[in-house]
């Protein structure tokens, strides 16, 4: 019998088996209810299309085994692997969250230390609880003026291993929501010579990989396990991201293992199609969308440093090893010249100027330049902040270069149980502006971007209730506490 041909970068085995399936007439006695679209709705069928829906099943022999991937999805996933350069990837379908949790229960186990950053998105701390691991952090370092986090300072990160001799693994945010990437080498041979993990969530940084005018991917960089959002920047569907493993010193079938435990074991097809077209496109034009999307931005950055009051993030914040490159395709606009918070200047883009950023921030507005954007978009971008401007800009607020108070920054809570034992404990809600010096039974974040000022068994102190209800003020949005006005809080008894 003759080997089957490897498989190319311009083949997309996943959605390659899908259609051949739909096309096979086989009539369709098994799941999904809809049998292949015949029992759809007339919405759902505008939504996902009827060619969409006919090829809309799973668990079929032709389509492969998510949890056992021997066929078409191992297939798609081998290719994405060889693109990213990675020793072996897995296409996830619970987003970069469900990757995370993958990576932490795949590498830790009950109590071992791991040190985290404090700007760590929910997920980290979800896959914590999840492992049963004890966390450890790091405060990473603040651009005090704008009020923006940006990466590690080896010197902080080496005197917290020095203190913590027997921590297994430091998770990594690289690079930040607002684009500031580390030098992660750096980081990496600190580790690694300690025999410790260097595990990173990249989910802003499937990107990175298809251009020299970004910085260097986590796996160039030494990254034992990578979890990026395919979705977020690149083209896949919402909802898929795909885990990366850079090396031997972890073991990719207990990763596999624990990927399963999480994971749906009926996958929607149409998004693993998704994250096998996404790589396709990367494989067929990745390094011109990238430069196009990277010349865009520095033009968008350009224009936008011209408009009266306002002031657009760049190089100029780099030079240290914790701001060590700059993704430009993330804009990052300091409001400060027109005395403006940032969730009323999303309020007023979206509605008055037909502009929706990416996040907002008490100072800043964020907005994602991405692989899909033209000048077209960019011109109407600029114009709108333009327009922002000409609305609130008062020659006598310049503040271009000397900017207004420093950011505070909340010194990380103390901990009294760690995240596991605290999200099982027995609570009680109380009064959150009378919950000074008890314990959070509930994790408290701001949304996007997603980062933690309370975890599970941390301290409530009275400079944190301050902080969230100034947040709250300045239109800030809260997820996490049963209470997301926060009104009350669930304490450990």
């Not at 498989?7 to 085995?13: F, G, M, Y």
């Not at 300072?153 to 430091?170: F, H, I, R, T």
């Not at 000074?436 to 309370?454: A, D, K, M, Q, R």
Request: glycine content about 8%; overall charge negative.
């Amino acid at each position: 019998m003759n080997k089957k041909a490897k498989r190319t970068q311009n083949e997309a085995p996943i959605s390659e088996a899908m259609e051949a399936y739909a096309g096979d007439g086989a009539l369709a006695f098994h799941t999904p209810g809809h049998k292949q679209g015949l029992g759809a709705h007339p919405l759902l069928k505008k939504l996902i299309t009827e060619e969409g829906l006919r090829q809309e099943v799973s668990l079929m022999e032709e389509l492969d085994d998510l949890h056992a991937p021997s066929g078409c999805i191992k297939e798609a996933e081998t290719l994405a692997a060889e693109l990213w350069g990675a020793k072996e990837t897995l296409f996830m379908i619970n987003g970069t969250t469900g990757a995370i949790h993958a990576m932490l229960l795949g590498t830790l186990k009950h109590g071992d230390k791991v040190i985290v950053p404090r700007n760590a998105h929910r997920s980290i701390i979800g896959g914590i609880i999840l492992a049963g691991a004890k966390p450890v952090f790091i405060q990473p370092e603040i651009h005090h003026q704008l009020g923006i986090t940006l990466g590690l300072s080896p010197k902080k990160v080496k005197k917290v291993l020095q203190a913590n001799p027997d921590a297994k693994a430091m998770v990594v945010v690289y690079p930040t929501y607002y684009g500031v990437a580390t030098d992660l080498r750096v980081l990496a041979e600190m580790l690694h010579v300690r025999n410790m993990l260097l595990l990173v969530d990249e989910a802003h940084g499937a990107h990175l990989r298809f251009s020299q005018g970004l910085p260097p991917q986590a796996l160039e960089c030494g990254a034992d396990v990578v979890c990026q959002s395919t979705h977020k920047l690149l083209g896949s569907m919402t909802q898929t991201s795909m885990l990366h493993i850079g090396s031997d010193r972890v073991s990719s079938e207990r990763i596999r293992e624990a990927a399963a435990l999480l994971q749906s074991t009926s996958p929607n097809q149409l998004l693993l199609a998704s994250l096998d077209i996404a790589r396709l496109q990367m494989a067929e034009s990745g390094f011109m969308l990238a430069a196009r999307a990277v010349n865009l931005a520095n033009w968008v950055r350009s224009k936008i440093n011209k408009i009266p009051g306002l002031y657009c993030v760049g190089d100029e914040i780099l030079g240290t090893p914790w701001a060590y490159k700059l993704d430009p395709t993330k804009i990052t606009v300091n409001l400060e010249g027109i005395d403006l918070p940032g969730p009323e200047a999303e309020t007023m883009l979206r509605f008055m100027f037909g502009v929706q950023c990416e996040l907002s921030d008490p100072r800043n507005i964020l907005f994602i330049i991405s692989i899909a954007d033209t000048e077209q978009e960019c011109i109407k971008l600029v114009e709108a902040l333009q327009n922002l401007s000409d609305m609130r800009y008062d020659e006598s607020r310049e503040i271009n270069e000397e900017f207004s108070e420093p950011v505070p920054v909340l010194p990380i809570p103390k901990m009294s149980a760690n995240p596991r034992r605290s999200f099982f404990a027995n609570k009680v809600k109380m009064d959150f502006d009378k919950a000074g010096g008890l314990v959070s039974g509930e994790t408290v974040i701001f949304y996007p971007p997603g980062v933690p000022v309370l975890c599970p068994g941390e301290y409530i102190t009275p400079e944190i209730i301050e902080y969230i209800r100034d947040r709250q003020a300045k239109g800030a949005r809260i997820v996490g506490p049963a209470d997301t006005e926060l009104k009350t809080i669930k304490i450990l008894r």
